[in-house]
């Protein structure tokens, strides 16, 4: 073989390689020179991980445990259970939690409202255990809920021990999760849009004006569009950081585990935030409200309702992307009254080229009640009369 075949065959497998290793960088999340252990970026609305590094590796979380706090308090808010508005009375132990805390006296009250925002701002520990009693009777019922929900969610490597993620003092394994587990909590999080008026917050106050909050999360004040989720520090975990950001659209979650430093974890998020939000584009699909088909209703005082949109669906996809958007939409057939308003009733997905993109639920736009034994037989007669007049 002469020397120019050589050289060649060469340099061929030196393209082959380095493109091997360019896409294996990109694959593994080493591209982005993340400084954290652990990261994965989200796009929330389709589910798609459009970035990843070591996502799956069962860290601590420190107070980033709080989301899951946030959750059972704001699910148990639309379950009718509690009001932002009750009042919490703290317990002597919810005031002996170390670390974060807005320094809650024994009897002192707060409404569930506050409490959230001393969680979401400060990542106060007194008030996550002071919540947790209050919802669960006990912070070790509460501890049980949450694994609950852990596992209904399908977060296959978080386990709780404690409701603020402080290390155990008895030196024993304290709570874990992975950064893909916390994005997938996130999604869910961010289901609650209330969420957002104590997130996306840098200052704040309670107590009148007496008690001064400063967000943790530097993000919310110093990158655009960012207002959430989560800080969280324990000398075991590192900084962690669970952030959403939206722009043009798009929204997305990032997290990052065992960072270094504050610092680093914002920077290393900000590089996952930039990464998105350059190669992808929201299409917008639906801007909630519409309503796409009507369903029947059976045994009700109204035949029929309508699957409304529930909220804006946008599909999130690469900028350059051609192809066609396919919407499908999955309904029940026949609904049984009584049909409340905003139930779910069915769902659409969007899919392109074969991949999901994005679904949201069609939600019942009026209430049904069930019909009277006489409203039924009028129905029929009037069904019968219609029939035989056609």
């Not at 930039?274 to 409200?289: D, E, M, V, W």
């Not at 057939?333 to 139930?343: H, Q, R, Y």
Request: charged share 20%.
């Amino acid at each position: 073989m002469n020397k120019f075949f050589k050289s060649l065959l060469l340099s061929t497998l030196l393209v082959v390689l380095l493109t091997g290793l360019a896409t294996y960088a990109q694959a593994e999340g080493t591209a982005l020179k993340l400084e954290s252990v652990s990261a994965i970026l989200l796009e929330p609305n389709s589910g798609e991980v459009l970035y990843q590094i070591n996502s799956e590796q069962k860290l601590p979380p420190a107070s980033v445990t709080k989301l899951m706090v946030m959750l059972l308090v704001l699910e148990a808010v639309d379950k009718g259970q509690i009001k932002l508005t009750d009042q919490v009375i703290a317990s002597p132990e919810a005031c002996k939690m170390g670390g974060s805390q807005i320094w809650l006296e024994p009897g002192e009250q707060m409404t569930i409202s506050e409490l959230l925002k001393a969680i979401c701002i400060v990542s106060a520990n007194d008030a996550s255990y002071a919540l947790a009693e209050h919802i669960s009777g006990s912070d070790e019922n509460f501890i049980a809920l949450m694994n609950k929900r852990a596992a209904e969610l399908g977060l296959k490597s978080t386990h709780y021990v404690n409701t603020t993620g402080l290390e155990p003092s008895s030196g024993g394994e304290g709570n874990t999760t992975s950064a893909k587990d916390m994005a997938l909590l996130a999604q869910e999080v961010i289901k609650h849009s209330n969420v957002f008026q104590w997130t996306g917050k840098w200052i704040e106050s309670l107590r009148g004006g007496k008690s001064f909050l400063r967000n943790t999360n530097n993000l919310v004040r110093f990158y655009q569009g960012c207002d959430g989720l989560k800080t969280g520090f324990t000398h075991q975990a590192g900084f962690c950081l669970v952030a959403t950001a939206k722009r043009k659209g798009i929204r997305l979650v990032a997290v990052v585990m065992k960072a270094p430093s504050s610092e680093i974890r914002s920077k290393d998020i900000s590089k996952l935030f930039n990464y998105g939000f350059a190669q992808y584009k929201a299409f917008p699909i639906y801007q909630g409200g519409e309503n796409l088909a009507k369903v029947k209703v059976f045994r009700g005082r109204k035949l029929s309702v309508q699957a409304m949109v529930a909220g804006e669906l946008t599909a999130i996809l690469k900028r350059d992307f051609k192809g066609e958007i396919v919407k499908t939409i999955d309904l029940s057939p026949v609904l049984t009254a009584p049909v409340k308003k905003g139930a779910k009733i069915g769902e659409v997905i969007l899919t392109a080229n074969g991949t999901k993109c994005g679904q949201i639920a069609l939600v019942a736009d009026s209430t049904v009640e069930r019909a009277s034994f006489f409203t039924l037989c009028r129905q029929i007669f009037q069904r019968i009369v219609g029939s035989t007049v056609k």
